[in-house]
Nanobody, 123 residues
Framework: VQLQAFGGGLVQAGDSLRLSCAGS????????MAWFRQAPGKERTFVAT????????YYGDFVKGRFTISRDNAKNTVYLQMNSLKPEDTAVYYC?????????????????WGQGTLVTVSS
C-alpha cells in the first residue's frame, strides 16, 4: 500500500500550485484523504481532509479559503489546489489516509502516508 505525492516546487508569493497524491495497493474510496504540512523545525500540521464517505471537507484555520481539497475516487487520488501562496506556506506537504471515524486533524490518526513534496514560496 502506497501513497505518492507530487506537484511541489518553487513559486513566488501570490502564485498557485496543485498537489496530487495517488494511492496504490488498496482502494481509499471510503477513507479520509488528507494533506498535512511540516515546515523546518516545526510540527506537522493539518491542512485539509476530505471524507470518501460523504465528500465533506475540513480545513485548517490558516487556509482561509485559499486552498481547496478534492479527490477522484476512480483514480484513487486526492488533490490540493493552493492559491494566493505566501512565504509562510513553505513546507513539505504530506498526503495521508485514514479510515472513517475519530479525529480528522490529528496526524496520529492517519494510517497511510506519502513521502512528501516540497513547496517553496519566495517573497
Amino acid at each position: 500500500v502506497q501513497l505518492q505525492a507530487f506537484g511541489g516546487g518553487l513559486v513566488q508569493a501570490g502564485d498557485s500550485l496543485r498537489l496530487s497524491c495517488a494511492g496504490s495497493g488498496r482502494t481509499f474510496r471510503r477513507d479520509y484523504m488528507a494533506w498535512f504540512r511540516q515546515a523546518p523545525g516545526k510540527e506537522r500540521t493539518f491542512v485539509a481532509t476530505m471524507s470518501g464517505y460523504d465528500g465533506m471537507t475540513y480545513y485548517g484555520d490558516f487556509v482561509k479559503g485559499r486552498f481547496t481539497i478534492s479527490r477522484d475516487n476512480a483514480k484513487n487520488t486526492v488533490y490540493l489546489q493552493m492559491n494566493s501562496l505566501k512565504p509562510e506556506d513553505t513546507a513539505v506537504y504530506y498526503c495521508a489516509a485514514k479510515a472513517p471515524g475519530g479525529n480528522y486533524d490529528s496526524p496520529s490518526r492517519y494510517d497511510y502516508w506519502g513521502q512528501g513534496t516540497l513547496v517553496t514560496v519566495s517573497s
